[in-house]
């Protein structure tokens, strides 16, 4: 009788059949045609990205048209579909993968297709770590794009530029002439005009509304939380170089200072304070020191609301 070879066939078979293309370390998920979901839970994804630094490790949930609630560590995205929780602050990437040196948000959008690389704007995450002082305009461009690619290498291929004026360059002529798209894939604006537009009932109102947290999104499609609202410009409202009372400019020493430097600052979520208006690139200033260091010379970038992050666009 030959009952060994019966049993050891009936195994293999069963093996066979129980194979699946996923399992608990390999998830699979979906988004809609705009904003890609996190895959996380240390999973054996084809890529990851990982914020190092991050202090969030999962991408905010979403429901198209539904309405947004905004808090400190839990931003929810008013716009784009869902996403994904991602537990570990992993996330999956196109191919291949991406470290972010440190980030305050540890997830990336992934899709089947792969992430929507109409993305033109974004805030950043994260700012250099070193206050006001980014490297300089080349410095903070280089940021834009390093974050960019971390979500997908094929966003890498555009012009990123830093939202930030200089004593010789404008911030509104580095970024192209629009429109532009946030991470969800809605237009921020249609022109340079329209951007510029605050006043109220403004061409901005359209597409940027005043206290919709849903617009300015960061590079991964999370909301900026409130409480670091504070994006650093160093512009007035028609993207031009913002100066002090003596004529010198608000930009940190044009983005190489940490110290005795003051920058002008936006609210990413166009929120005014008493006596200015709504304006997400021109509301007041700051210090231009790194967060959590004490006594500084002019104060930190964290002093009005903010992590020292900037405004980054696609020129092209």
């Not at 070879?5 to 809609?32: F, H, I, K, Q, Y």
């Not at 996330?91 to 992430?115: H, L, R």
């Not at 004593?167 to 002439?177: F, K, L, P, V, Y």
């Not at 969800?184 to 005009?193: K, P, Q, T």
């Amino acid at each position: 009788m030959h009952f060994p070879r019966l049993v050891s066939t009936v195994v293999l078979a069963l093996a066979a059949s129980a194979c699946s293309d996923e399992g608990n370390d390999n998830p699979t998920v979906t988004r809609n045609a705009n904003q890609g979901a996190g895959a996380g839970g240390g999973g054996n994804a084809s890529g990851s990205a990982a914020g190092a630094g991050g202090s969030e490790g999962a991408t905010p949930s979403t429901s198209s048209g539904g309405s947004s609630a905004e808090g400190p560590g839990n931003p929810t995205l008013s716009q784009g579909g869902s996403t994904a929780a991602s537990p570990g602050g992993a996330a999956a990437g196109a191919a291949g993968s991406a470290a972010m040196p440190e980030g305050d948000a540890g997830a990336t959008p992934q899709s089947d297709a792969g992430a929507d690389t109409s993305m033109s704007f974004f805030v950043t995450s994260r700012g250099s770590g070193n206050g006001g002082n980014l490297g300089g305009l080349a410095g903070a461009d280089a940021l834009c794009e390093t974050l960019a690619a971390a979500v997908d290498p094929a966003l890498a291929a555009k012009t990123w530029r830093a939202y930030l004026s200089t004593s010789t360059e404008n911030a509104r002529d580095r970024i192209g002439t629009g429109p532009w798209r946030n991470a969800a894939g809605a237009i921020i604006a249609n022109s340079l005009d329209d951007l510029h537009d605050q006043a109220a009932g403004g061409a901005l109102d359209a597409t940027w509304p005043v206290n919709d947290f849903g617009v300015p999104l960061d590079e991964t499609g999370a909301q900026v939380p409130q409480n670091v609202h504070d994006i650093l410009t160093g512009s007035q409202q028609d993207g031009t170089l913002a100066v002090d009372a003596m004529g010198n400019g608000l930009t940190c020493n044009d983005w190489t200072a940490t110290a005795n430097s003051t920058v002008q600052i936006g609210h990413s979520n166009r929120a005014g304070l008493a006596g200015q208006p709504p304006s997400w690139n021109a509301v007041h200033t700051v210090g231009c020191c790194p967060p959590g260091v004490a006594n500084c010379a002019g104060g930190n970038v964290t002093q009005g609301g903010g992590r020292g992050s900037f405004y980054c666009f696609a020129a092209d």
